[in-house]
């Protein structure tokens, strides 16, 4: 079986704060995950991937996101948040066919 | 240049009525898709085409059916609608069907079903 657990429906952070989004997942095949960020009213936007090498993933506007196999854990963080990363995120995990299983997704409210 | 296009965008129609939303990418890329996007922003797979042909087919009703003229395009047509297929549909393209490949988004479809 597979899916994606994100953790918090909604964050909220301070403007400069830590951003920290919580993604665990199951997979029956070794998991390539993907984080994706959804601007209101707008498609989703790729922010970063893990498929294999280094744990350690560096995405667009600042993100990075780790892999730990043994926590089942790919957590998206940002070590200062901006006001133009207010949005909804999503965790995926990919399986045979490229079939995408998406988290329920985490609202991110910045607060000046 | 918009790389994977949707129209319309925005789309309210009444109960029983049949609609059809468009999808186009110009990435050049093999497989394409279709997601629904309920109230609660949750995304799931409904379709997905690769090379035109049918790949993933998941619990859909079958007023749904997707059509693929060619590679560049994957059209979603939905008879009879209810008001529960009201969401957002996301079209997504990606280069095929390896498991590391990247999902190109469309900026989504709005269906009200009133």
């Known amino acids: 079986a597979q899916s994606v657990t994100q953790l918090g429906s909604h964050v909220s952070v301070s403007e400069g704060a830590l951003v920290l989004l919580r993604c665990n997942y199951s997979?029956?095949?070794?998991?390539?995950l993907f984080w994706y960020v959804q601007y209101p009213n707008q498609g989703l936007q790729l922010l970063l991937k893990?498929?294999?090498?280094?744990?350690l993933v560096k995405g667009i506007n600042g993100f990075e996101a780790e892999f730990k196999k043994s926590e089942t854990s790919f957590h998206l963080t940002k070590p200062s948040a901006h006001m133009s990363d207010a949005a909804e995120y999503f965790c995926?995990?990919?399986?045979?066919?490229?079939?995408?299983?998406f988290g329920t997704g985490t609202s991110l409210t910045v607060i000046p | 240049d918009t790389a994977v296009s949707q129209t319309p965008k925005y789309l309210v129609t009444q109960m029983g009525n049949d609609k059809s939303i468009k999808c186009e990418q110009n990435?050049?890329?093999?497989?394409m898709y279709w997601y629904k996007q309920d109230s609660k922003k949750f995304l799931k797979i409904m379709f997905s085409?690769?090379?035109?042909?049918?790949?993933i087919n998941e619990t859909v009703p079958n007023r749904f059916s997707p059509k693929s003229p060619d590679k560049a395009h994957l059209n979603l047509h939905i008879n009879s609608l209810e008001l529960g297929d009201s969401a957002v549909y996301f079209c997504?393209?990606?280069?095929?069907?390896?498991?590391?490949?990247?999902?190109?988004f469309g900026p989504g479809t709005r269906l009200t079903v009133l």
């Open positions: 085409y690769n090379n035109k042909e049918l790949i």
């Open positions: 893990y498929t294999t090498g280094a744990t």
């Open positions: 997504a393209s990606s280069n095929g069907l390896a498991r590391t490949d990247t999902q190109y």
């Open positions: 997979s029956s095949v070794p998991p390539y």
């Open positions: 990435l050049g890329h093999d497989t």
């Open positions: 995926a995990v990919s399986q045979t066919g490229n079939q995408f299983y």
